[in-house]
């Protein structure tokens, strides 16, 4: 400021109100400059994610929010093109965003886009345009929130009632079926050794085993859906983990392996809910361990708490999919719903448990149930 003064008078009349225009366009291009940071500050604090770019998607924005939702930093992003970097896709077409935002000069939709993670999310999207003198579009406003839980659960909710009607129906048809396999099985008992034996022992088997599983699935969804209202009962764990040893028809090439203490044998629970955790660990473990291994279980008392684990010698979790393990609907088996694990987890939690695993790439997993003494509550 003091330079300017110095100029003014040692400049002529016709100079000094340039000097002055001069001074007033600094002047109010910094407070612009401070509008636009406090406005940016602004931005910031909120939790969506606040984006801000040119028609042709590049971005010139990018919020706080924005790289705690996509992972991102503001570096990493500015300057790309968002469709590309976010993979966006949209049950509506892109020209007919375009045109809306271009005739009422905003939009909002759902779009599902890609986190740096890897993880798809869905967004509720909200955008706003910005045109100069000309009519013409020079700018783009978009706040992203994440609605991923929200539809997940509509769509949970959804499958628990399908589950819930459907589930009746199947179900006894199942049981038919499993009882005419049990007497067909019978009945070839008393058939002359051969090869026909064989194939239909083979095909009885079969059947008997996709029985039992479309009958998993079904307790799955209905264990995932229904409300919970666990027993308190003394429960065997020891009997219970035989009859599951015995029941589940593991691989020849899969050893077993039980050590249960004496004090931890009989715990206060819910006997299905224990038999269901169990029966899906160990389905879990066998599936893990396709050229064969070793499943290991251990009951112990830790104080007056009661833990188990279930180990497997198989292939090990990847760490980039870890954290979505208990996830529902979540597998990375070619065959499979996702729910088993969440099931675990809704159960155990229900018996005022939890359970965590431990687990390395190649050398196996371990998963650890621990059931306080307080007695189960309905969930």
Same mark, same amino acid.
């Given at each position: 400021?003091?330079? #300017?003064n110095?100029?003014?008078?040692?400049?002529?009349? =016709?100079?000094?109100?340039?000097?002055?225009?001069?001074?007033?366009?600094?002047?109010?291009?910094?407070?612009?400059?401070?509008?636009?940071?406090?406005?940016?500050?602004?931005?910031?604090?909120?939790?969506?994610? $606040?984006?801000?770019?040119?028609?042709?998607?590049?971005?010139?924005f990018?919020?706080?929010?924005?790289?705690?939702?996509?992972?991102?930093?503001?570096?990493?992003?500015?300057?790309?093109?968002?469709?590309?970097?976010?993979?966006?896709?949209?049950?509506?077409?892109?020209?007919?965003?375009?045109?809306?935002?271009?005739?009422?000069?905003?939009?909002?939709?759902?779009?599902?886009? %890609?986190?740096?993670?890897?993880?798809t999310?869905?967004?509720?999207? #909200?955008?706003?345009? &910005?045109?100069?003198?000309?009519? *013409?579009?020079?700018?783009?406003?978009?706040?992203?929130?994440?609605?991923?839980?929200?539809?997940?659960?509509?769509?949970?909710?959804?499958?628990?009632?399908?589950?819930?009607?459907?589930?009746?129906? $199947?179900?006894?048809?199942?049981?038919?079926?499993?009882?005419?396999v049990?007497?067909?099985?019978?009945?070839?008992?008393?058939?002359?050794? =051969?090869?026909?034996?064989?194939?239909?022992?083979?095909?009885?088997?079969?059947?008997?085993?996709? @029985?039992? #599983? $479309?009958? &998993?699935?079904?307790?799955?969804?209905?264990?995932?859906?229904?409300?919970?209202?666990?027993?308190?009962?003394?429960?065997?764990?020891?009997?219970?983990?035989?009859?599951?040893?015995?029941?589940?028809?593991?691989?020849?090439?899969?050893? @077993?392996?039980?050590?249960?203490?004496?004090?931890?044998? @009989?715990?206060?629970?819910?006997?299905?809910?224990?038999?269901?955790?169990?029966?899906?660990?160990?389905?879990?473990?066998? %599936?893990?361990?396709?050229?064969?291994?070793?499943?290991?279980?251990?009951?112990?008392?830790?104080?007056?708490d009661?833990?188990?684990?279930?180990?497997?010698? =198989?292939?090990?979790? /990847?760490?980039?999919?870890?954290?979505?393990?208990? *996830?529902?609907?979540?597998?990375?088996?070619?065959?499979?719903?996702?729910?088993?694990?969440?099931?675990?987890?809704?159960?155990?939690?229900?018996?005022?448990?939890?359970?965590?695993?431990?687990?390395?790439?190649?050398?196996?997993?371990?998963?650890?149930?621990?059931f306080t003494?307080? /007695?189960?509550?309905?969930?």
């Amino acid at each position: 400021m003091l330079l #300017y003064n110095a100029t003014v008078f040692r400049s002529e009349t =016709g100079e000094i109100s340039g000097v002055f225009a001069a001074a007033r366009d600094i002047t109010e291009h910094l407070k612009n400059e401070e509008i636009l940071r406090k406005q940016a500050a602004l931005l910031d604090l909120s939790p969506d994610g $606040i984006i801000i770019k040119k028609p042709d998607g590049t971005i010139t924005f990018w919020s706080m929010g924005a790289e705690k939702l996509y992972g991102w930093t503001k570096a990493q992003a500015i300057g790309k093109k968002i469709n590309t970097l976010l993979k966006t896709s949209s049950i509506v077409s892109f020209d007919k965003v375009e045109s809306q935002l271009k005739r009422e000069g905003k939009w909002s939709g759902e779009l599902t886009h %890609q986190t740096s993670f890897g993880r798809t999310i869905v967004v509720q999207s #909200y955008w706003l345009a &910005k045109f100069d003198e000309s009519g *013409q579009m020079v700018e783009i406003f978009e706040s992203n929130l994440d609605v991923t839980e929200r539809k997940d659960a509509q769509r949970l909710a959804v499958i628990g009632q399908t589950a819930g009607m459907v589930g009746h129906d $199947i179900r006894n048809p199942l049981q038919a079926i499993i009882g005419d396999v049990y007497l067909a099985k019978m009945s070839l008992d008393s058939f002359s050794e =051969g090869e026909e034996k064989k194939n239909l022992r083979e095909s009885l088997d079969a059947i008997q085993s996709q @029985t039992e #599983y $479309i009958n &998993k699935i079904i307790m799955d969804l209905q264990d995932f859906a229904k409300p919970l209202k666990p027993m308190s009962e003394e429960v065997d764990l020891e009997l219970i983990i035989a009859e599951l040893l015995a029941t589940n028809s593991l691989p020849d090439n899969i050893q @077993t392996e039980a050590n249960i203490s004496v004090d931890s044998r @009989t715990i206060i629970s819910d006997s299905a809910y224990i038999k269901r955790i169990l029966g899906n660990l160990f389905t879990n473990a066998v %599936q893990a361990m396709p050229k064969g291994g070793k499943l290991r279980l251990h009951a112990y008392r830790d104080n007056s708490d009661a833990v188990i684990t279930v180990e497997d010698t =198989g292939e090990g979790i /990847p760490d980039e999919v870890k954290s979505k393990l208990f *996830q529902p609907l979540f597998t990375t088996k070619s065959r499979g719903q996702g729910f088993g694990l969440a099931v675990v987890k809704r159960l155990t939690e229900a018996l005022n448990g939890t359970v965590t695993f431990e687990s390395e790439k190649g050398r196996g997993t371990k998963l650890k149930l621990w059931f306080t003494a307080k /007695p189960p509550s309905n969930v």
